[in-house]
């Protein structure tokens, strides 16, 4: 990370600088690096907070996640967290690719992934009651 001069030429040949420090130079930073979300996954259809792990996230106005087409804002937290809420319209039932960008333009390039899936339904719990104190193997019918 650091900062550069910008220089601009009409001819290839001859070079120009602008005399403003502020305007004439370029930051360029690390691109953001996810290695995680917590959770991994969650129900479709749901709204839900999804904390991301990685290295090299910077607080800024254009702190921004994406899950798969969605791009939503992003809470900075530290340098290798962030919390995005990922809005129950995001995603039908699958895997959609992770990204985090600080510019609001280039986004992390990791591979990581987050899954939507069906929702857990129970059907049925046996024993439905037991007695405190006691170990009990309890039965559960549902489906994902």
Not at 99 to 104: E, F, R
Request: one cysteine or more; hydrophobic letters at 40%; a negative charge.
């Amino acid at each position: 990370p650091g900062q550069t001069s910008v220089e601009v030429s009409l001819d290839g040949q001859t070079y120009y600088q602008s005399n403003n420090t502020t305007t004439g130079m370029f930051t360029y930073e690390h691109l953001p690096s996810i290695q995680r979300t917590i959770p991994a996954n969650a129900p479709a259809g749901k709204a839900i907070n999804v904390t991301l792990i990685g290295n090299y996230f910077e607080d800024s106005s254009s702190f921004f996640c994406r899950f798969g087409t969605i791009i939503i804002p992003a809470e900075y937290r530290s340098t290798s967290r962030a919390l995005c809420r990922v809005p129950a319209s995001a995603a039908a039932v699958g895997q959609v690719s992770v990204g985090l960008t600080t510019n609001a333009a280039d986004f992390s390039v990791d591979r990581v992934a987050f899954r939507f899936v069906d929702e857990a339904r129970v059907y049925e719990v046996s024993p439905s009651f037991v007695q405190e104190g006691l170990e009990t193997v309890l039965y559960v019918r549902g489906a994902n």
